[in-house]
């Protein structure tokens, strides 16, 4: 696993890691500045390269992702060692934070929580294939915020869906803001954690 540490001063109240999205890479500016935020309230954190990205610059994912969620947990490995005996949130960016989700639902002892930044809910323009068949299995802790014109998912869609998570959720929405967020949110994202998960 590939990627750049944030290291808070002094010893770190949380661990966050966090993975791009299929289009971008850890450099972009939502990822920086969220580790930065999370850097400055107390944690530890990362934000990686998924292996896909790591094995060409451009274009997007191929496969099942599992070759990416087996990077995710290698991270999760190594990130653990350096800080064991605090809490741990794992989460991304559209499809980082996807294959963050389906690897909590594999194996729910991988984090505490999850930090799901426009969480692709659909492909744009087609409900009719929704991206929610792990979530049954989900249980762990979640938190998803999502901008109100986001193609990947209506407001309306997210709230439905997410019921069906056997975990405690919370739904954030982002007022004007599609798929991409905007930087402004990031120095939020450490208290809206705080509202799914006990530092």
Known sequence: MRGVLHEPDGAPRGVVALFHGAGG?????????????FRQAGFLA????????????????RGNGQTDRDGIRRAVEELKALAPSVRFCLGGQSYGGRQCTMLA???SKV?????LLSYPLHPPGNPA????????ALRTPALFVHGLRDPFGSLEE????????????KLIPVA???HSLPESIA?????????IMDF
Do not use: C, Y
Not at 111 to 115: I, K, Q
């Open 176 to 178: 004007k803001a599609g």
């Open 46 to 61: 990362f934000r990686g390269d998924l292996p896909f990205r790591q094995e060409r610059r451009t274009g997007p994912p």
């Open 129 to 136: 294939k929704p991206r929610t068949e792990h979530f049954p």
């Open 158 to 169: 997210m709230q439905a869906a997410l019921p069906v998570i056997p975990a405690r959720t």
């Open 111 to 115: 984090a505490d929580a999850l930090l």
């Open 25 to 37: 890479n850890s450099s972009g500016k939502l990822l920086v500045a969220a580790a930065e935020a």
């Open 187 to 195: 120095s939020s994202l450490p208290e809206w954690l705080s509202a």
């Open 105 to 107: 639902a594999e194996d």
